[in-house]
């Protein structure tokens, strides 16, 4: 992201005294300074219109990315960490972003209500790939016509991205930044496989940029044949 944007979004979480903590400032500046993720994302639902639910959405920077990129439509995030979902309220009503709303929610126990376009980010290695499937076909349901799911997500595999990645999310979890630790990480066969038998068609795009991580942009849409079905949220994970 262009360093002026990204230096505008990362001081919005800057703390409101001196003395406040600024490591949600810093982790932002950087964030958005080196990884290709929200250009990607970005680029994918600029020309997809309708409100996006962001699955595993930590702080909320996609809703601040869309936002700045002149993409004003309603945002959904949700996210297990109940002190990120704290702060991503917080700054979201600091900055104004009034069609933003955040849940505290565990994708293990339940999925959420939605009818647009999906965002699931840096999280399914988090999911049981039991979860993953069942997620994904839930996640179709919600597809408002025209709308597309846009996954960024590391790959299962042995290669050195694939060992870095797994070794960067074990200490990101030891550090107290993500709650979870990785439990299965999804190999573009599976995934190919669960979208599939879900309904959508799908592209694969390596989205790693300069960064060591096996990241690939996932963006699929449902199959011309798929009639639209109402979303419905009760479904039990992993059934």
């Not at 990362?10 to 080196?34: E, H, M, S």
């Not at 190919?192 to 996932?218: C, D």
Request: charged fraction near 20%; glycine fraction near 10%; aromatic fraction near 8%.
């Amino acid at each position: 992201m262009p360093a002026q944007q990204a230096l505008t979004i990362a001081r919005a979480f800057l703390p409101q005294r001196p003395w406040g903590n600024r490591y949600d400032y810093y982790y932002t500046r950087a964030k958005l300074r080196t990884d290709p993720l929200y250009p990607g994302v970005l680029a994918v639902l600029r020309d997809t219109p309708g409100p996006v639910l962001d699955l595993g959405c930590g702080l909320g920077l996609l809703a601040h990315a869309l936002h700045a990129d002149g993409q004003s439509r309603a945002y959904y995030g949700v996210d297990i960490d109940a002190g990120k979902i704290q702060r991503a309220r917080q700054i979201a009503r600091r900055t104004g972003l009034a069609e933003a709303r955040f849940e505290v929610l565990d994708l293990t126990v339940r999925w959420p209500e939605h009818a647009g376009n999906v965002a699931i980010l840096d999280m399914l290695q988090y999911l049981p790939e039991t979860v993953q499937a069942g997620l994904l076909a839930h996640t179709a349901r919600m597809l408002a016509p025209g709308a597309k799911l846009v996954i960024r997500s590391a790959l299962g595999d042995d290669s050195g991205r694939g060992r870095t990645t797994r070794v960067t999310d074990l200490i990101a979890h030891l550090a107290g930044w993500m709650q979870e630790v990785p439990k299965s990480y999804p190999t573009r066969e599976t995934l190919q496989r669960h979208l599939s038998a879900a309904g959508l068609t799908a592209t694969f795009s390596p989205l790693y940029g300069n960064t060591p991580f096996n990241n690939w942009l996932i963006v699929a849409e449902r199959a011309q044949k798929h009639a639209r079905q109402a979303p419905g949220g009760r479904h039990a994970p992993g059934a």
